[in-house]
T-cell receptor
Framework: GEDVEQSLFLSVREGDSSVINCTYT??????LYWYKQEPGAGLQLLTY?????DMKQDQRLTVLLNKKDKHLSLRIADTQTGDSAIYFC????????FGTGTRLTVIP | SQTIHQWPATLVQPVGSPLSLECTVE??????LYWYRQAAGRGLQLLFY??????ISSEVPQNLSASRPQDRQFILSSKKLLLSDSGFYLC?????????????FGPGTRLTVL
């Protein structure tokens, strides 16, 4: 299977930008996703990017894909306290492989 | 629109007892179905996936099994639970043909084995 890796923790101040990074190993991954898991809740699909794209922007979220380095990042602009959650990166096609999640803490 | 259901929401079972978790999807046909587990303090682990009725692929050797008796029904089972089976179990689906939007997750079942 594929290995998907993320750093475990990230702390940012409210109003700053957050950047969550992810690396994956399978270059044939067609789709790459970001999920958000709030405390006590299930996973919520935040955004996704196809492997033939370099960047995707959706309101405060920007996804960057470096296919050569197999590196994916999620940038959250103007981070709010409500953005505190665990963010999962996932890669694959019909089968998904998830990272361990990055716990984002937003400091007021 | 598509919806995915899981039950029960929470479950407390003694070691050695059997397990049956059910997942159903509505509003779509021939989905890919997945069972994931999230152990405490750890990330998601893919346990099983299915591309059709009776077709089950296992990602990790374990004490669990999965079955797909109907197109939109996915069941996770165990004959004898272990303490290490405790965790949060998530069912997910994705479109079965062409491209995938990454999977839509059910609300999950929190299993505690005592």
């Amino acid at each position: 299977g594929e290995d998907v890796e993320q750093s475990l923790f990230l702390s940012v101040r409210e109003g700053d930008s957050s950047v969550i990074n992810c690396t994956y190993t399978d270059s044939s991954s067609t789709y790459l996703y970001w999920y958000k898991q709030e405390p006590g809740a299930g996973l919520q699909l935040l955004t996704y990017i196809f492997s033939n794209m370099d960047m995707k922007q959706d309101q405060r979220l920007t996804v960057l894909l470096n296919k050569k380095d197999k590196h994916l990042s999620l940038r959250i602009a103007d981070t709010q306290t409500g953005d505190s959650a665990i963010y999962f990166c996932a890669a694959g096609a019909n089968n998904l492989f998830f990272g361990t999640g990055t716990r984002l803490t937003v400091i007021p | 629109s598509q919806t995915i259901h899981q039950w029960p929401a929470t479950l407390v079972q003694p070691v050695g007892s059997p397990l049956s978790l059910e997942c159903t999807v509505e509003g779509t046909s021939n989905p890919n179905l997945y069972w994931y587990r999230q152990a405490a303090g750890r990330g998601l682990q893919l346990l099983f996936y299915s591309v059709g009725i009776g077709q089950i692929s296992s990602e990790v050797p374990q004490n669990l099994s999965a079955s797909r008796p109907q197109d939109r029904q996915f069941i996770l089972s165990s004959k004898k639970l272990l303490l290490s089976d405790s965790g949060f179990y998530l069912c997910a689906w994705s479109p079965g043909t062409g491209y995938s939007f990454g999977g839509f997750f059910g609300p999950g079942t929190r299993l505690t084995v005592l």
